[in-house]
Every structure is written in C-alpha cells, then in structure tokens.
C-alpha cells in the first residue's frame, strides 16, 4: 500500500506542477470529468488525436514555410488548426504560440513565423512528453492496484 | 431537472465539425446528457444526414423521419461550407426551418456572433466547449408533439461567456480587436472558405 500512496503523492505532485507552470489549464480537468466507467479512456484517446494532428500540422507549417513563394493563408489556416486542438485539450503554452503565429501571418513575417514554428514544435515536444509521463504515473499506479486521484 | 418527454426516444443532435478532436469532445459531451449523436465533418454532409437530395439545388429536401434531429450544433470555421453558411442553408429551407441551431467557435468576435444570432442561431459558444454549455442546449430542443412543462418555465439563454469581453479591446489576444466593417466583412465572411477574415484588409476590399 505504501508503494500506491507514494505514486499517488507523485501524480498528484506531478499534475499540480503542469498546471501551475501553464502546460495545462482548465480544460485538461474538464477531458479527465469526461472519462469514466462507460469512457475509461478517453483522455488518452483524444490527446492521443492531438499527438498525431500536430505531428502532420507540423510537417505541414515546415512544408509551406519553405514554398519560395508563401501562401500565408495556408500558414494560418494550419496554425488555426492547432490552436483550436491545443486549446481543446488544454495545451495552453502550445496556444499562447500559435496566437502569435497567427499574427506573423497576418503581417506576412517571414521569419516571425519561422521563429513560431521553431517555438510552437518547442512547446509541443515538452508537454506531449509531460503527457507521456503523466499517463505512465496514472498506469503504474493502476497496476499497483491504486485509483488515480482526482485532482479539483 | 430531466426534460419530460412524451416519447421515450432520446433527442438526437447533428454535430457538425471539421476537427477529429472537437468532434470526439462534443459527442462525449452531449452523451453524457443521453443525447443521440450523429457527428459529421462537414455542412455538407450535414445537410445531406438532413435529407438535402441535390447538392446542386439545395431547395429539394426530403427528411428522413426515422432520422429525426432535433438541434444541430456546428463549428462556424470549417472549409467548404462555414458554419454560417449552413445555419442559413437550414433557415431558408421550409423543411428544416423549426430545428435549432447552434454555433461554435474558437475565436470571440462579437460580429460574428451577432450576425449568427441574427440569421436564427439559438446560442453560440465560445470553443472549448464545456459541460455547462451543453446543460444550456435543453430549453431549445425541438421535437414533434412536444410541449411540456419544463420546456414552457426555461429559463432563457445565458450568452455571458461569449458575449462578456465587450471592452472594445484585444479580447482573445490575437491581434485585433475584434471590431470590423460590418458589410464588406459581411461578405467577406461568406466568401472566405477559411474563416481567416483578419487577412481581408478593408483597402484590399473598398475601391
């Protein structure tokens, strides 16, 4: 039991220090209300949605940055797209870039945008890790016959 | 504080949006009201779940009764046809005209919030889409024989959260203030596929 309470100290430890550094906001507690018996895994299948639309948005910003001719429009339009789903699943310092980004398009700055993009696939690799490891803690503790803890 | 309900069919929503992400978070969202759901990727496809026969002629509908729906609930920024597009589609269709529409978006643009309300949007909610917003959907289901109660004392529609930032300023941090021409954006917002109406400067459209 001592080895439950101790990885539950440590989610909660863990959790606490996503939201407090702004990896996460509200809307990521708003996913785990969603889960339950009947949606054991929904958090992990809708951030799971989220890894693999950014990894194509990504390849897509690189892609239509390195046009010689860049069709901004499709530049925000991509950056729209990863803001909306960011923000759904409460990846705020990943939306906090792209709101920028998004002005970079609007003002057609080339290397605004690129130092966006290089910022935004910064922001995304550290709380898709975050996630990673918040979900290994969450399946130790299951394994070790524990429930999560909720966290308000 | 269930609706009563004459029948034992649970109300069936359309949900309409492009984004896989959005469209996982509100099926889960209305089924936990023990709505029905049908989610759809597109006005198009939604219009044709609606009965739409010929995508030419969007005059000719024909409602399958087995289907029925009784709201849909569509993202406003989707390629192809927008959420304003669609919202009007059912307005000017006698068939469709009585279900309720509401709007979704990411971005908090009193105009276009407005003008949906306008053209017959029964409520719109700011993106990401909570738990409290959905609980805001009962009062404006629409279903055949149905009068109850509970749907005459509703309290009417709570737009606060969408409509709150009314400071004139930069509200959602991107770069605007939200305030814009009313008629060339009027139809700029109809023609722009993409919704990125911030690219149209009034110089490019006002000779």
């Known amino acids: 039991m001592a080895a439950v309470s101790q990885l539950q100290r440590q989610f909660i430890e863990y959790t606490t220090s996503l939201y407090n550094e702004g990896y996460l906001d509200d809307q990521f507690t708003q ?16 951030v799971s949605l989220f890894f693999e639309d950014s990894e194509k948005l990504l390849n897509n910003l690189a892609t239509a940055l ?13 950056v729209h797209q990863f803001k909306g ?68 | 504080m269930g609706v009563i309900s004459i029948s034992e ?14 469209r996982k978070l509100i099926e889960r969202l209305l089924k936990t009201f023990s709505y029905h759901v049908t989610a759809v990727d597109s006005g198009i496809k939604a219009l044709e779940f609606l009965g739409l026969q010929d995508v030419e002629n969007f005059q000719s509908f024909s409602p399958n009764p087995e289907e029925e729906v009784n709201l849909v609930i569509t993202d406003y920024c989707m390629p192809g046809m927008t959420g304003f597009e669609l919202l009007r589609k059912i307005k000017e269709s006698k068939s469709l005209k009585d279900i309720p529409v509401v709007i979704m978006s990411s971005d908090n643009i009193p105009a276009r919030i407005n003008r949906c ?13 909570r738990l409290s917003d959905v609980d805001k959907l009962k009062p404006y289901f629409s279903k ?22 009314d400071d004139g300023g930069d509200v959602d941090g991107d770069g605007d203030d939200g305030v814009e021409a009313w008629s060339d ?23």
């Open chain 2, 185 to 207: 954006e009027n139809e700029q917002i109809e023609k722009d596929q993409s919704c990125h109406h911030k690219m149209f400067k009034i110089e490019d459209v006002v000779p």
């Open chain 2, 9 to 22: 069919t649970p109300l069936h929503v359309l949900a309409v949006d492009d984004s896989n992400i959005d």
């Open chain 1, 66 to 78: 390195q046009q010689k001719i860049v069709d901004y429009k499709q530049v925000d339009s991509h």
């Open chain 2, 144 to 165: 055949n024989d149905r009068k109850t109660t509970d749907e005459e004392e509703c309290v009417s529609s709570d737009r606060s959260r969408a409509m709150d930032d």
């Open chain 1, 31 to 46: 996913l785990q209300k969603l889960q339950d018996e009947s949606n054991p895994e929904f958090v992990v299948e809708v």
């Open chain 1, 85 to 152: 789903s960011s923000s759904s699943i409460g990846a705020q310092r990943v939306t906090n870039v792209c709101v920028h980004f998004r002005n970079y398009c609007e003002e057609k700055n080339l290397d605004g945008c690129l130092r966006c993009l290089q910022q935004v696939k910064h922001e995304y690799i550290l709380v898709r890790n975050k996630l990673e490891t918040l979900f290994r803690l969450e399946q130790q503790i299951v394994q070790a016959g524990g429930s999560i803890p909720m966290m308000e």
């Open chain 2, 117 to 129: 309300l306008e053209e017959g949007a029964e409520e719109f909610f700011l993106k990401p889409v």
